[in-house]
C-alpha cells in the first residue's frame, strides 16, 4: 500500500541511516497506535482489545535523512492457545535481524510479570552478561513510555525513574500518541540510533503489506470496533481474492469486487457478526468503502461471507489455512 505512484528507490546520500526497528511491548501499550502516529497514516489496527496484532506488520517511516522499517509485532504474552504460542513465534521472527528494539512501557500501568518476560527475552536475544552482572545491549534497546496524557506531571516523573532503574535503557523517551505529544523527539531517537545505511523502499511506500492483507486488517479492525469482550479472539479475516474488471469494462462503470471470508469459532457467533438485518455487515462495509477504493486502486464492492472454523484458534491445520 503507497501513498501514491510507486517510484524508484533515488540514491543514498552520505550519512544516511537506514534499518528495522522492532516496537515491543506486552499487549495493549499502545504499539500499533504509535507506528501510526509516526508514519502519518493507519498501517496497522489500533484498537484498546488485547491481542489486536496478530501478525508482524512492518510499517515504512521517511525522512530526508533516514528510513525505518517500523515492525508491530503482536504483544508477547503467556499464551492460552495455538494461535497464541504462533503469535509468540511472530515476535522472535520478527527480533531476529532488527537494528534497534523501541521497548513501550505504559506511564498509567506499573511494571509487572510480562514486562520482566520480555526483557527477560531481550536479553537472551541482543545483550551478554558480564562478570559483575551487568547487562551489555549489542543493539540500541530504547524505552517509550506511552499513554503520558494519563498521568499528572509528578507521577510521571516517578514512573520514568522506575522505568529508568528496570533495565539499562539507551534512551527513554515519553510520549502520548493520541495527542501527538513529543512524536518528534521519538522519531529523532530511533533516527540518531539507527546504523548507516541505504534507502531501501521507494520514500512513497508506507508498508509491506500484500493487499489481501491490508484489507483483511481494515475489516477485522472494523469489526473489533463494534463486538463484545468474547467475540474479538474468536474473529478471523481472509480476502480470499480482488476481481479487478478489465479496462473496457472499468470504462463503461464496472467496479471491482473483493470476496472475504469472515470466519468465527461456533455457530453462536455468526449472528454476532451479521447483526440484525445484516446490519453489521453493511456499517463495515460503509466505513471502509473509501480506504478499500484507494487501496485497490478502483471503485470497488465488498462482498462479505461469515463462515464458521471450529475451534480454529487451536487447531493447526485451520490456523495454516487462516495464514497462521
Known amino acids: 500500500m503507497t501513498t501514491g505512484p510507486r517510484s524508484s528507490v533515488p540514491s543514498t546520500p552520505a550519512g544516511y541511516r537506514s534499518g528495522f ?58 499464551p492460552r492457545t495455538l494461535l497464541g504460542r504462533r503469535l509468540n513465534d511472530v ?36 545483550a551478554r552478561r558480564t562478570e559483575d552482572g551487568k547487562f551489555v545491549w549489542r543493539i540500541p534497546l530504547i524505552a517509550i513510555v506511552t499513554k503520558i496524557d494519563e498521568l499528572a506531571r509528578p507521577r510521571l516523573v516517578d514512573r520514568l525513574l522506575e522505568i529508568q532503574s528496570f533495565a539499562d535503557f539507551t534512551e527513554i523517551v515519553p510520549v502520548s500518541a493520541l495527542k501527538r505529544d513529543n ?19 521507494p520514500s512513497d511506500q508506507i508498508s509491506e503489506e500484500r493487499p489481501e492483507e491490508t484489507i483483511a486488517e481494515l475489516i477485522r479492525g472494523a469489526f473489533l470496533e463494534d463486538l463484545d469482550d468474547e467475540l474479538p479472539h474468536s474473529l478471523a479475516v481472509v480476502v480470499d481474492s480482488i476481481e479487478r474488471p478489465d479496462s473496457e469494462d472499468a470504462a463503461h462503470g464496472e467496479k471491482a469486487r473483493v470476496f472475504v471470508s469472515v470466519y468465527v469459532e461456533r455457530d453462536s457467533q455468526k449472528p454476532i457478526i451479521i447483526g440484525h438485518g445484516a446490519e453489521h455487515l453493511v456499517r463495515v462495509k460503509r466505513r471502509l468503502r ?21 475451534s480454529w484458534q487451536s487447531d493447526p491445520k485451520k490456523l495454516d489455512r487462516l495464514g497462521f
Open 21 to 78: 526497528t522492532a516496537v515491543v511491548g506486552r499487549p495493549n501499550v499502545g504499539k500499533s497506535t504509535l507506528i501510526n502516529a509516526l508514519i502519518g497514516t493507519q498501517v496497522a489496527i489500533a484498537s484498546s482489545r488485547p491481542e489486536t496484532t496478530r501478525k508482524a506488520i512492518r510499517g515504512i517511516l521517511t525522512t530526508p535523512g533516514a528510513q525505518l522499517v517500523l515492525v508491530d509485532t503482536p504483544g508477547i504474552h503467556r
Open 91 to 126: 515476535v522472535d521472527e520478527s527480533l531476529a535481524d532488527v537494528d534497534e528494539v523501541a521497548f513501550l512501557l505504559p506511564a498509567d500501568q506499573e511494571i509487572g510479570p510480562g514486562d520482566r518476560m520480555i526483557l527477560s527475552r531481550l536479553r537472551t536475544a541482543f
Open 183 to 201: 512524536l518528534d523527539e521519538v522519531r529523532r531517537v530511533l533516527v540518531e540510533h539507527m546504523p548507516e545505511g541505504p534507502q531501501m523502499y
Open 290 to 310: 473509501t480506504p478499500i477504493n484507494r487501496i485497490v486502486g478502483m471503485r470497488s464492492v465488498l462482498e462479505l461471507h461469515v463462515k464458521v472454523a471450529k
